[in-house]
């Protein structure tokens, strides 16, 4: 069977939507379904079809403009302090235990009950965890965990940044942490992390 560029840019842009839909992170699924609503506008343009046009350059312009909000700091992002006993924080840590292990294999649920537990929030839904041990002026997190779907929205980017006054003002100016699976390494060097012997250290803007 011979295909020619217009059934090419059709077929493209059908199997980009369908692997949109797949993607378990928000900032992926938009940014694959904006390509994808890209390629229905050249094959709109290719057979004359002005409502496949239309259509399709108005998802465009909603992709990107749900990247924006994702990526621009947009979002309503908070780190809340609750008890490491918390039955809320318990169960979300059971649920995600297998994908925290992909990461942190090493991470135990019951941490110890002096430990700080922080959920981090998006737009008012829990969206990771934070946990640790306070040493004086250090944190010495066990946990640093995001779910998939906000996993590329920055958000620890935030906290660590803009979002670090929940750490200061529990008298908190470091951060240190032993390195998890090999992505897990890559996240904390993004996040401004450096070696210091066995572990990552980030010590906080003011």
Do not use: C
């Not at 059934?7 to 369908?18: F, N, P, Q, R």
């Not at 994808?36 to 496949?52: H, K, M, Q, T």
């Amino acid at each position: 069977m011979h295909l020619d560029t217009t059934e090419l840019v059709g077929y493209l842009a059908s199997a980009l939507v369908v692997v949109s839909l797949a993607m378990t992170s928000v900032v992926r699924l938009r940014a694959i379904s904006l390509v994808g609503s890209l390629a229905f506008v050249a094959y709109g343009v290719l057979i004359e079809s002005i409502p496949i046009v239309v259509t399709n350059a108005a998802i465009a312009v909603l992709n990107v403009w749900f990247l924006r909000s994702e990526l621009g700091g947009r979002r309503a992002l908070a780190a809340v302090v609750v008890p490491v006993d918390s039955p809320y924080l318990v169960d979300f840590l059971r649920y995600h235990l297998p994908d925290i292990h992909r990461f942190q294999p090493g991470f135990e649920l019951g941490p110890e009950p002096s430990s700080l537990a922080m959920l981090l929030m998006r737009d008012g839904l829990p969206a990771g965890a934070l946990i640790g041990r306070q040493e004086g002026a250090e944190l010495r997190v066990q946990l640093d965990y995001v779910t998939k779907p906000y996993r590329d929205s920055r958000i620890s980017t935030w906290l660590y940044g803009k979002g670090s006054g929940v750490f200061r003002r529990l008298g908190i100016d470091r951060i240190s942490t032993e390195p998890g699976t090999e992505p897990h390494s890559a996240y904390l060097v993004r996040n401004g992390f450096t070696r210091a012997g066995s572990r990552f250290e980030r010590v906080l803007g003011r």
